[in-house]
């Protein structure tokens, strides 16, 4: 079964970094674009970064300069580090990644578990 499993989320005083990876697992044939999204209490879930299976990288303006997306494509992993952390990026964080499955001709949208990351401050 594929899926998309995410760890590294956590505690952290206001000023902290933290380092979210996910991994996609079971039989994967492709990746195609991958992200981070996050939701607050009471909001919406909303778009963080994004990376292309080229390397390409968009951020959201409120994380520009202080997180960055990567991703190691022999590893189905993608990572997001998180430098400078405020009360206000505490969320419940997931990841995002469109793959082809073994045996389909076609991409699907696959979302991990989520990770808590709490900044206090």
């Known amino acids: 079964q594929v899926q998309l499993v995410e760890s590294g989320g956590g505690l952290v005083q206001t000023g902290g970094s933290l380092r979210l990876s996910c991994v996609g697992s079971?039989?994967?044939?492709?990746?195609?674009?991958m992200g981070w999204y996050r939701q607050a209490p009471g909001k919406q879930r909303e778009t963080v970064a994004t990376?292309?299976?080229?390397?390409?990288?968009n951020y959201v303006d409120f994380v520009k300069g202080r997180f960055t997306i990567s991703r190691d494509n022999a590893k189905n992993t993608v990572y997001l580090h998180m430098n400078r952390l405020k009360p206000e990026d505490t969320a419940v964080y997931y990841c995002?990644?469109?793959?082809?499955?073994?045996?389909?001709?076609?991409?699907?949208?696959?979302w991990g578990q989520g990770t808590q990351v709490t900044v206090s401050s």
């Open positions: 995002n990644a469109e793959m082809k499955p073994s045996g389909y001709d076609e991409f699907f949208d696959y």
């Open positions: 079971g039989s994967i044939l492709s990746i195609n674009g």
């Open positions: 990376i292309t299976s080229g390397g390409r990288t």
